[in-house]
């Protein structure tokens, strides 16, 4: 299971790429796998504003649906339109075509609290403890 | 390809030729000539033309790749697939009662409302609740009618309350319902034995709490020790409680509803009371109430005056109606015939059976599936895939290889607090025979689980279809038959 | 007596294998207190004859012969034999929601046909599995197009459609709070009044819901209402009790509705005492996560073979739990299966000419009734009910029906400013004997009057 060194994570399984001043969020390798077949993805219109953990969105698989939190603050300035129509992306490649949102950071200081990689590993080996 | 008697059948759709007449009553007079914005003008083009042995036989055909309560056992948990009394078809097709229209005088259909008052009746009886109404066309509006209730009671009262507790074990519905009747939902964990506590609840339990949602016995099949103490501390802060009668061919003759502290409850005709499934329905979900919440049932109710019985719309309170009518008459028909024919004794029987069948499966089973809990088990017991974990065989393959040996699967992965649960109900009308081939299955599954897991993984593999690939339906969702498209099967997969 | 099979020496196997020395001992768990009151005070059974004496009794005492000119959300229809004797196929009556797709075919594509019918039939894209009823559909229609346009509040509805149904949509949308029904009037033509209802559109309108046909059988011209609520950006929604004018009439979908929802029982179900009856849900394909209840979808197997599975289950209850677009579980399926074979038996021919036959036979009637001075207050085109001024007839109602004649129903129970009015409905099982007994009882006050006095 891959979780690359330069994100940042969330412990509800998002993670987070700053772009600048931008942030691009989508769900991590774990959770795509614990979801199973992602079937439909649901996200928000362009230029929504977010509170960090905010559900902004949904991820349905065959079996379940999950909320999708905003792991910042921000205004939302773009969604992937391609999980309409191909929500097997977020299977296949989570951190690169499977991203959901982007958006423009306005607390730059929620980022330096999220978890980094290491972090983010250590949570999900507990988590399968479990 | 036809294999056996199973044979192949396309679409309807795909049957026919144009031209082919179709089942008529008369010569056909000319059609009217409607102005065109009222007038239809595809002629109805896309609707077979297919002749009434070809249609006969499309649809035997398809009934043939069915399995049905009537063909082999079905084990599913929650649900009670008991034996659905052919006789019951037969007088639910009575005349009098298949041809009777709703809005005839009620001089003219004493018949039927002797028929739904002994039903009424019958199923106060059978609760220990004061007043049914049998309106709900299922389980899941006559919950949905039930937290009506609850909302009218305490908004007669000053408020509505904000808040509904619902256990962790609970049916789906549950919290559904709860929430369209304008609640949010507090849940209530269930405690190691499985049982919900009386601490748990008293922890969540305040005046914003409208009512407690239980089911007893629960969704794990296991009798709520508690409930009396449980539903005294509810009332005790001006709340009611709720139950889910699901469950209730566990207690009959056993122990009655509205003595545990039970102000409301749901029947599911279609469970306890043998009307046939019929693929999903129809069903039928009367309810019962406590005295203090009669008035606010709805409309219309049925009322004797005189000798005479009558609908009266005369309850004020009434929280409205949910049905064009007085609910799915012809399964509360088959519910009545199948109360009638059973008697109290017959009630009381069919309970005893079903937990001694139930009883007799846990104690084949235990040693080779793990048993999540200990608390003893009523009409249904549960396992889980524990057991097969080493195989990386999952309840899901048990599932699909059980039908490969005849048998319908039992409720997979419900309820969601035990990790890969099957839950496996009888009833109290499988024969010991029966019993015994299906756990001979269970454990020739989980043998095979150890010695041939690939065969377990991709099964089923003696059905008409293999397994079906889920994720492609909900992605490329293909909901009907297109008259332009071609087999949607030649789409690359 | 309870179709159990239980041999006293398969109980007592059976105890022996569990450990236990009675049946008793599984219930001592069961606090006493509950088992020592909870005898149930019922009489004893009935073996299968006596049961079927007890129900021919019941059912012999109510007037189906009479001859019942009644519609008003029920209709009489002749059934093809066809029917029932796939109905009384156990394997599909006995057959449990296709959760297991693979033992499950017959169900699931007999759905998958039901769902086609029912989307050409209404004119829309997809349709679903069933719903209890056109009175809970129509209920479970606004409650979808609130899921579509939050915010917005209020529903307009029209007075002109069945009051048994806008009983039901109140019923649902009590609970809520958020969400207002205003009523449209109807016109002296016995539509719904256009005009009232743009005067009071505007940017909180969520839905109008107006009946196609409506109560009086009256066909409304449903295009213009699409176009004035979907120019506040609002949705239509078309109610209809009897789909059998669909085979003549312009469908919903076609006059611009976003939801269609109808009323399935005069397509082969039995009129049953109003119930079962099945709703029948159609609605744009853009809209179908929004869509309550069941939906079959195509797929294929491991082996490539097309099959049908349930799907789009995530709106569903047993996993959004709360969020559901509806707590609808079992549904309405084996009147589904009724349904489609009802439909496959009179094809694309027999339905119209069905169609055309009743339309007949009502105007037909409709139109001896004027000319013997009975007069139709409402001048709109109509399908196989009409309204009728019969003022003698409407006030010895009962009495009528106990001598054999069901004239209609009286529209002053629902519609006090019409007391005095009948609404008639005449199909292709209404006989020329029981038709002219109708136009003559109709047509001669005095003989209402008269038969009222004995």
Not at chain 2, 448 to 461: G, K, L, N, Q, S
Request: net charge negative; aromatic share 8%; charged share 20%.
């Amino acid at each position: 299971m891959e979780f690359p060194d330069d994100l940042r994570y969330t412990k509800d399984h998002e993670w987070l790429r700053l772009e600048g001043n931008d942030a691009i969020v989508g769900i991590t390798d774990f959770a795509q796998d614990a979801l199973g077949d992602v079937v439909f993805v649901e996200l928000p219109t362009v230029g929504a504003t977010l509170t960090r953990g905010q559900t902004f969105g949904v991820v349905e698989s065959n079996k379940t649906v999950s909320d999708l939190f905003a792991p910042v603050s921000g205004r939302v300035t773009a969604v992937n339109q391609e999980l309409r129509d191909e929500p097997e992306r977020v299977n296949q490649d989570p951190y690169g075509d499977g991203w959901m949102i982007r958006l423009v950071v306005t607390q730059r200081d929620e980022v330096d609290s999220l978890l980094d990689a290491g972090g983010y590993r250590a949570f999900v080996a507990s988590e399968q403890q479990k | 390809m036809s294999r056996g008697t199973m044979l192949e059948e396309p679409l309807i759709f795909e049957r026919g030729s144009a031209g082919r007449p179709g089942w008529s009553v008369g010569p056909t007079p000319a059609e009217p000539a409607l102005p065109p914005e009222l007038a239809r003008d595809d002629d109805l083009a896309g609707l077979p033309e297919v002749g009434e042995l070809d249609t006969l036989r499309h649809y035997v055909r398809l009934s043939q790749w069915n399995y049905s309560a009537a063909t082999t056992l079905y084990p599913l948990g929650s649900c009670t697939m008991k034996y659905n009394p052919v006789v019951n078809e037969e007088l639910a097709r009575l005349p009098g009662l298949a041809a009777l229209h709703p809005l005839v005088p009620d001089a003219l259909a004493q018949g039927a409302l002797e028929l739904i008052a002994g039903l009424e009746g019958a199923l106060a009886a059978v609760s220990g609740l004061d007043a049914v109404c049998l309106q709900p066309a299922a389980g899941a509006q006559g919950e949905l009618l039930g937290m009506m209730l609850v909302r009218a009671y305490h908004v007669d009262r000053g408020a509505p309350r904000r808040r509904v507790l619902i256990p962790s074990s609970a049916h789906g519905t549950n919290p559904a319902s709860a929430a369209l009747s304008g609640y949010g939902v507090t849940e209530v964990p269930v405690d190691r034995r499985g049982l919900l506590s009386a601490a748990a609840v008293a922890r969540v339990m305040d005046e914003s709490v409208a009512a407690l949602m239980v089911t007893n016995p629960n969704t794990l099949g296991l009798f709520e020790e508690e409930i009396e103490v449980i539903a005294a501390a509810v009332h005790a802060h001006g709340g009611l409680v709720y139950m889910d009668g699901a469950n209730l061919n566990a207690i009959m003759g056993v122990a009655k509803p509205g003595d545990m502290g039970v102000d409301v409850m749901q029947f599911n005709l279609h469970k306890t009371f043998s009307t046939p499934h019929g693929g999903g329905g129809p069903g039928a979900g009367p309810v019962a109430v406590r005295a203090p919440l009669a008035e606010y049932l709805p409309v219309p109710r049925l009322v004797r005056r005189d000798g005479t019985l009558g609908w009266s719309d005369a309850a004020p309170k009434s929280v409205g109606r949910l049905h064009a009518f007085y609910g799915n008459f012809g399964i509360l028909l088959r519910a009545y015939a199948y109360i009638a024919r059973l008697g109290a004794p017959g009630l009381a029987e069919a309970t005893r059976l079903a937990v001694l069948n139930a009883n007799y499966l846990r104690a084949r089973l235990r040693g080779t599936y793990h048993l999540p809990y200990e608390t003893p088990s009523l009409h249904e017991c549960v396992f889980s895939d524990r057991n097969l974990q080493d195989y990386d065989v999952h309840t899901l393959d048990v599932a699909k290889r059980l039908l490969d040996y005849g048998f319908y699967a039992p409720t997979i992965y419900f309820p969601l607090v035990v990790k890969g649960a099957l839950m496996i109900e009888p009833t109290e009308t499988e024969s010991k025979e029966t019993l015994d081939e299906f756990t001979d299955a269970l454990l020739r599954i989980a043998e095979e689980a150890r010695t041939d897991p690939a065969t377990v993984r991709d099964a089923p593999h003696r059905t008409r279809v293999a397994r079906l690939d889920e994720t492609r339906a909900a992605r490329r969702p293909v909901l009907r038959w297109r008259r332009t498209s071609r087999e949607n099967t030649e789409e690359s997969a | 007596m309870s179709y159990t099979p239980h041999s006293p020496g398969d109980v007592a196997a059976m105890l022996a294998a569990i450990g236990v020395e009675s049946i008793d001992a599984l219930f001592a768990h069961v606090p006493e207190g509950l088992r020592a009151r909870a005898a149930i005070d019922l009489p004893a059974g009935l073996t299968e004859p006596a049961l079927r004496r007890h129900l021919e009794e019941l059912a012999g005492r109510n007037a189906s012969s009479a001859a019942a000119f009644l519609g008003a959300g029920a209709y009489p229809h002749w059934r093809p034999a066809v029917v029932d004797q796939i109905l009384l196929r156990s394997e599909f009556a006995t057959a449990y929601t296709p959760y297991q797709p693979e033992v499950s075919q017959g169900t699931l594509q007999a759905v998958f046909e039901f769902q086609t019918f029912v989307a050409l039939l209404l004119g829309l894209e997809v349709a679903n599995a069933s719903m209890y009823d056109g009175a809970s559909g129509t209920a479970e229609a606004v409650l979808m197009a609130r899921r579509l346009l939050p915010g917005r509040r209020t529903v307009w509805i029209s007075r002109a459609l069945h009051p048994y149904y806008r009983a039901t949509v109140a019923t649902y949308v009590r609970g809520l709070g958020d969400v207002e029904l205003r009523d449209i009037p109807f016109g002296t033509d016995g539509r719904t009044d256009l005009a009232a209802l743009r005067a009071g559109l505007g940017p909180d309108t969520l839905c109008v819901v107006v009946g196609q046909p409506n109560v009086f059988g009256v066909l409304e011209d449903v295009a213009p209402f699409a176009a004035a609520v979907h120019a506040v950006g609002g949705l239509a929604v078309t109610v209809t009790t009897e789909p059998l004018a669909f085979a003549l009439v312009r469908s919903p979908g076609a006059c611009g509705a976003d939801i269609a929802v109808a009323e399935g029982q005069s397509f082969g179900l039995p009129i049953s005492y109003g119930g079962p009856g099945v709703g029948l849900f159609a609605t744009h394909e853009r809209y179908v996560r929004a869509m309550p209840g069941r939906i079959v979808g195509e797929t294929v197997d491991a082996n490539g073979r097309r099959g049908y599975v349930l799907t789009l289950a995530t709106r569903e209850q047993h996993i959004r739990r709360e969020r559901a677009t509806s707590n609808i579980c079992t549904n309405q399926g084996l009147c589904a299966l009724a349904v489609t074979v009802y439909l496959s038996m009179l094809g694309r021919r027999g339905l119209r000419a069905l169609a055309a036959n009743n339309f007949a036979a009502a105007h037909a009637v409709a139109a001896r009734l004027e000319a013997a001075g009975v007069a139709r207050p409402f001048g709109a085109p109509f399908f196989n009910e009409f309204v009728v001024q019969a003022p003698a007839a409407a006030a010895a109602w009962d009495r009528l029906a106990g001598e054999g004649l069901v004239a209609g129903y009286p529209l002053g129970r629902w519609y006090p400013e019409l007391d005095g009015a009948l609404l008639v409905c005449v199909t292709e099982t209404h006989g020329a004997e029981q038709i002219d007994r109708l136009i003559g009882t109709l047509a001669t006050p005095a003989r209402s009057a008269r038969t009222a006095h004995g």
